[in-house]
């Protein structure tokens, strides 16, 4: 029986590397739960107000959008639109070519991800280097990010110091102090030698016109501090109605994605240096990126345009932990990925349409999300999509439905079936006939066959007379 790409994937998947993915995601998960839990007495209600302000948005980007670019001209920034990733792409290499710019120091930003900037920069000539620690690694190692927050979280230090012995970084030393050393002191005349600094965007307030960025190496305010452009690419869910919206969602995120309080550079970014400032980039472009964004509005799947690119739920997920990153062939891992990468991909829909199986259906990414994402309600739609439009690669691994609902929605059989259930108990399971079955049962055992007992329960239960309430 065939199996979905995911399934081969984890199968053939190191076991090394699958322990680095294992632990990495557990551990932030636990450290997120506690730190979120021990700081607010009611975390949950925190999460549904997030939900509610960003799902506003949402449904209103007809009214941010022209808010937003009020804002950030009013502030002094030049705004671009971009409807496609390659117009996205094009905006920044015309904004370089106009200024004679051809170094650029880059922060880490998912929608530069997306449209896979670096690549296409470095093919018309422009150095393009990573700045984020393990963004940085993934470019040297010419390997893709497979954690939205921790995209080296496949690696071990010891592959970290391998790739640094070979690409000249220093001889074999896997201290992780060594190794941020060295590749501090490689970055640090990038920084002074870039001519541009790119970065994302966390937030934009529609209010004040403030770019929000958040980091934990500090490579952000490096890259803004030399370079004489800041060019931002941010795709154009990201906006927040006010400034004090900050406060609940940068406390959400920086619990969610890193259990800390805060994340330890947060910088707030309204337009390029004024003349009262001594250092800081003279220009500063925002490029809007929509990218499928607005096909996204369009579908029932528009809630995960709240996401706020945490990676609470790729930690939880027990099919990440055990696939990893790469499995999910997209830019996008883990739930929030089996959901954004197939509406992204629009008319290539169906090349990504098994990723919403990719799931248990068990809710726990729903219930750590910062924003309140019915992801489970959501995958379930885009099954649902997959089937309609016929993609054979959503059905792959699925067994046939028609007998069970059959089976299901007849009482006498369902009970006959019942009872011959127990037969499962004696028949050794490789003599089962039912392909589907034989593919589960190669990973796992049944266990001992307990059907009828919540009926008869039932039975016993409905035969005993009702106490009479006694009175006070």
Not at 331 to 343: D, K, R
Request: proline fraction near 6%; hydrophobic fraction near 40%; charged fraction near 25%.
């Amino acid at each position: 029986m065939a199996r979905q790409l995911i399934d081969q994937f984890a199968a053939q998947l190191p076991e090394d590397r699958r322990a680095s993915v294992y632990g990495g995601s557990k551990v932030g998960h636990e450290k997120r739960t506690k730190v979120l839990f021990d700081h607010f007495p009611d975390a949950d209600r925190l999460r549904e107000l997030a939900g509610e302000i960003k799902q506003h948005v949402v449904e209103n980007l007809d009214t941010y959008l022209p808010k937003i670019e009020a804002s950030l001209i009013a502030a002094g920034v030049k705004v671009h639109w971009a409807a496609t990733a390659e117009a996205a792409n094009k905006a920044v290499l015309d904004i370089m070519r106009a200024r004679g710019a051809t170094r650029m120091v880059k922060s880490k930003t998912m929608v530069s991800e997306e449209t896979h900037l670096a690549d296409y920069l470095q093919q018309n000539g422009i150095d393009c280097l990573e700045t984020d620690l393990g963004e940085f690694i993934v470019q040297i190692d010419g390997d893709h990010p497979s954690h939205i927050v921790k995209p080296i979280i496949h690696k071990n230090r010891r592959e970290i110091a391998q790739s640094f012995e070979r690409h000249g970084l220093g001889a074999y030393d896997d201290d992780p102090q060594t190794i941020t050393r060295r590749a501090r002191r490689f970055l640090r005349k990038k920084y002074l030698e870039a001519d541009v600094a790119l970065t994302g965007g966390n937030f934009l307030v529609a209010e004040s016109g403030r770019l929000v960025l958040v980091t934990n190496e500090g490579n952000s305010r490096f890259c803004l501090a030399a370079t004489k452009t800041h060019i931002a690419m941010v795709g154009i869910e990201k906006i927040l109605p006010r400034d004090r919206d900050l406060a609940l969602l940068l406390n959400l995120l920086a619990r969610s994605a890193t259990a800390q309080q805060l994340t330890v550079y947060t910088e707030f970014i309204k337009g390029p240096r004024s003349s009262t400032q001594p250092d800081g980039p003279e220009e500063m472009h925002v490029i809007l990126v929509d990218n499928g964004r607005t096909d996204v509005l369009e579908s029932d799947c528009r809630e995960i345009l709240r996401c706020i690119r945490c990676g609470a739920c790729l930690n939880v997920c027990p099919i990440y932990r055990q696939a990893s990153g790469h499995a999910y062939r997209s830019v996008y891992p883990g739930p929030v990925g089996a959901v954004l990468s197939p509406l992204l991909a629009g008319k290539k829909f169906p090349e990504l349409a098994d990723l919403p199986k990719a799931s248990s259906l068990c809710g726990a990414c729903n219930e750590v999300c910062p924003v309140n994402i019915p992801i489970p309600d959501l995958l379930l739609r885009l099954r649902n999509k997959g089937k309609e439009e016929g993609a054979k690669i959503a059905s792959a691994g699925t067994p046939p439905m028609g007998g069970w609902a059959v089976l299901a929605t007849q009482p006498m059989l369902w009970k006959t079936a019942m009872m011959g259930g127990k037969i499962l108990d004696v028949l050794p399971e490789k003599f089962v006939p039912v392909p589907a079955f034989r593919a589960w049962t190669d990973q796992r055992t049944l266990p001992g066959w307990r059907g009828g007992v919540f009926r008869k329960w039932m039975r016993t239960r409905e035969t005993k007379p009702r106490q009479p309430t006694v009175g006070p």
